[in-house]
């Protein structure tokens, strides 16, 4: 009923760029907070990056100051802007996105993920 699609990843040298995408489908009513998350080989899933409804943003402190996250509210996309990537920012990296959909009976709220897309960055 509802999936995330993310787009975007691949390899990319230290110092390049990369843009995610993440767009949300389904019988969507509203979407809350959207989210990228990242996990590397042998660590935890940490948050990266998070945009409410309204626009207000939250990064992780690794990320500021190079990665933006930005969201379009009527293609239920987020994006996730990258810069001066660095090899320790290579991870997997997921979105999630809390949202509001219709089942077919009632409206329910949960929170989804995308299936991930692949970030490595060569020193």
């Known amino acids: 009923q509802v999936q995330l699609v993310e787009s975007g990843g691949g390899l990319v040298q230290a110092g390049g760029s990369l843009r995610l995408s993440c767009a949300a489908s389904?019988?969507?009513?509203?979407?809350?907070?959207m989210g990228w998350y990242r996990q590397a080989p042998g660590n935890q899933r940490e948050l990266v990056a998070a945009?409410?409804?309204?626009?207000?943003?939250n990064y992780a402190d690794s990320v500021k100051g190079r990665f933006t996250i930005s969201r379009d509210n009527a293609k239920n996309t987020v994006y996730l802007q990258m810069n001066s990537l660095k090899p320790e920012d290579t991870a997997v990296y997921y979105c999630?996105?809390?949202?509001?959909?219709?089942?077919?009976?009632?409206?329910?709220?949960?929170?989804?993920w995308g299936q991930g897309t692949q970030v490595t960055v060569s020193s």
């Open positions: 999630n996105a809390d949202l509001t959909y219709y089942t077919g009976s009632y409206y329910r709220n949960n929170a989804y």
């Open positions: 389904g019988s969507i009513l509203s979407i809350n907070a």
């Open positions: 945009i409410t409804s309204g626009g207000t943003t």
